[in-house]
């Protein structure tokens, strides 16, 4: 289910936020109604799609994934309607292969759940890359790497598990089993 559009009077910037997960859906509306924005919920992209197009969003916050469907997919169209929609995509199964896909698109920034509203401001508000950002002495663990290379290859065949699972010489059921797990934390 989705908001209407509504038109806002009051000039707030318009945000939409995107995720199947309707709880956390209004729980970050809230939070952000409160920091000035007129919000509008999609739990799907069809949904979201039209909501845009009725009224296309300054600011949008978007979930990865979107039951079996891809949040990146959003990205792309949200840009073509409107270049200067600040995008901030939101993922519970974050990815160095998602994350380049995303800012690839066009997506402003990219951020792993648990997020906060104030965390989600601070990345819509950054503009430019940070060059001083620390640099890791360690290297990425092999689980971390598998699972990098799993994300990499199965981006590059459009979420299609069986044929990712024929490129990795691994049984489709094993490959889901992987994806089910969360990646490990570094």
Known sequence: MMESPITDSTENPSLL???????????????????????????????????????????AIIDLKLSSESGLVLVEKLRA?????RI????????IATAVEAIKLGATHYLAKPVDADQIMAAFERIVGETKIAISAYPLS???????YIQRILAENDN?????ARILNMHRRTLQRKLAKRPLRE
């Not at 092999?142 to 990098?148: A, P, Q, S």
């Not at 299609?160 to 990712?164: C, Q």
Request: charged letters at 25%.
């Open 17 to 59: 936020i995107v995720d199947d997960d309707i709880i956390f859906c209004d729980v970050l509306a809230k939070a952000m109604r409160k920091r000035g924005f007129f919000v509008t919920c999609a739990h799907t992209i069809e949904d979201a799609l039209y909501l845009a197009e009725q009224s296309t969003p300054e600011y």
């Open 81 to 85: 309607l409107d270049p200067g929609t």
């Open 88 to 95: 901030v995509m939101l993922t519970g199964y974050a990815s």
């Open 142 to 148: 092999v689980g971390r790497l598998e699972w990098e």
């Open 160 to 164: 299609n598990i069986s044929v990712t």
